[in-house]
């Protein structure tokens, strides 16, 4: 529950900074600014191309949710 409140207030963070950006103002304390992961809310060992935190892209990967992702074995 928590961790889902957090990621509801970074996105509306996250929103309010863009429109700012779009507007041309330039925001207060920009590094205050962070990505969560989707699925669990993480915030640290954030892959920003896929939208998720380290741990929920091995998961996936492992189930084969992402294409063309596969773990690797030798």
Known sequence: MARTALKYKQNKKMEKFLRDKA??????????????????GRRHGFMRFFGVCRICFREAATNGDIPGVTKSSW
Not at 30 to 36: A, C, D, E, K, V
């Open 23 to 40: 507007a041309g103002r330039k925001p207060k304390f920009p590094t205050r600014i962070y990505n969560r992961c989707n699925l669990c």
